[in-house]
């Protein structure tokens, strides 16, 4: 018994250490280091959504996603430079897999095109299978963070 525990306690103590924070769907602490996912943009913690009237906590949703996406694993990210709020733009992967590309084609990321195209064909993908936030009513988080409007 006292070996498995040290066993099941070992991964956790290991990502600790490597102080991994997910603050929402496109956004980590990592090592000190705040990371923005670059090319893609996620709906904010508290934004909702609207499926057969049912409200749905998307953003929560999206930060949720990724948390399940890394599980116990350090992403890897590959640095692009620092967006306006001094945060590092990267994308990061986890077993060689991108996690924007991962969260675009699961429906719950989008591809910020006004900063790159590099997600339009995981986006496409989304939008016909109608996954995740296309198969809702939604708001895109830059029209939701200048407006503040939420379903009700």
Known sequence: MRMLLIIILFPLLAFAENNLRIVDGDTIHLNGDKIRFS???????????????????????????????????????????????????????????????????EGFA?????????????????IKNKIGMWSMDFIFPWDFRKSKYNFK
């Open 39 to 105: 090319g893609i943009d996620t709906p904010e913690i508290k934004q909702m959504c609207k499926k057969n009237e049912l409200i749905i906590a998307c953003g929560l949703m999206a930060k949720n996603l990724l948390e399940k996406k890394i599980g116990m694993t350090i992403p890897v990210c590959i640095m692009e430079g620092k967006d306006r709020y001094g945060r590092l733009l990267a994308e990061c992967f986890v077993n060689e897999e991108s996690l924007s590309s991962y969260l675009v084609r």
């Open 110 to 126: 989008f591809a910020y095109t006004q900063y790159s195209k590099k997600f339009v064909e995981d986006e496409n993908f989304a």
